[in-house]
Structure formats: structure tokens, C-alpha cells
Nanobody
Framework: QVQLVESGGGSVQAGGSLRLSCAAA??????????MAWFRQAPGKKREEVAI???????TYADAVKGRFIISRDKSKNILYLQMNSLKPEDTAMYYC???????????????????????WGQGTQVTVSS
């Protein structure tokens, strides 16, 4: 079974930056057939999509993070990243990376808001932003 392991979380003041990493056992991150995503869940709130990168390396973002966060994958290292800039207290949450396999055509095309169900998850890394 594929394992995804997040790291890079921590505590930062508002306006600061963090870079989250998601390392995979196996080649799932470097395999363009898979979509990779970052989700987050704050206490008492539903889990929400943050960013998705698809087989064409097209990235989409939730409106709340657009212009501040960047999702990318380093195929040579098999690591997914989430660069988070201009952090706000409302970004405080547990952040999870996730993967989903290809569709019938052998590629994965989805975007934030499409409702895609991701089937492989990491354990999460906590991000806390103080004002």
C-alpha cells in the first residue's frame, strides 16, 4: 500500500511562509498518471481542498489560498510540495496530502471544486499561524 508522509508544518506568525512536503513510498508522486492534492481541516470544520495538480501539471487552488500558495511536484525526488506564503491565522489547520489514480484514459484530470474522491492519504502535518 502506498504511504504518503507529510512534513514541514509548524508555527509561524501571520505574514510568514512555510513549505510542506509530502514524500511517497513508491513512485506515485513522480507518476504523472496520478493527481496529487493538498487538503486541510481546521478544528470543528469540514476538510477542504486546498490545491490540486493533475496529470498535465495543471494546478488549481481554493479561492482562499489563490495567489498565496503554490503546489508542485519534484518528480526526480518523488516529493509533492505546498509553498505557503503570506500566511493568515485562518490558514491554521492540519494539512494532508492525497493521491488519486488515473481515469479510464490513463490520466488524471480534476480540479479544486470538482468533488474528486482521493483514495490515498497521509497522516497530516499541523500548521499554526498566529496573529
Amino acid at each position: 500500500q502506498v504511504q504518503l508522509v507529510e512534513s514541514g508544518g509548524g508555527s509561524v506568525q501571520a505574514g510568514g511562509s512555510l513549505r510542506l512536503s509530502c514524500a511517497a513510498a513508491g513512485s506515485i508522486v513522480s507518476n504523472s498518471r496520478y493527481c496529487m492534492a493538498w487538503f486541510r481541516q481546521a478544528p470543528g470544520k469540514k476538510r477542504e481542498e486546498v490545491a490540486i495538480i493533475d496529470s498535465y501539471e495543471t494546478a488549481t487552488y481554493a479561492d482562499a489560498v489563490k495567489g498565496r500558495f503554490i503546489i508542485s511536484r519534484d518528480k526526480s525526488k518523488n516529493i509533492l510540495y505546498l509553498q505557503m506564503n503570506s500566511l493568515k491565522p485562518e490558514d491554521t489547520a492540519m494539512y494532508y496530502c492525497a493521491a488519486d489514480g488515473p481515469e479510464g484514459r490513463g490520466i488524471c484530470t480534476t480540479s479544486v471544486g470538482a468533488g474528486r474522491v482521493f483514495d490515498t492519504w497521509g497522516q497530516g502535518t499541523q500548521v499554526t499561524v498566529s496573529s
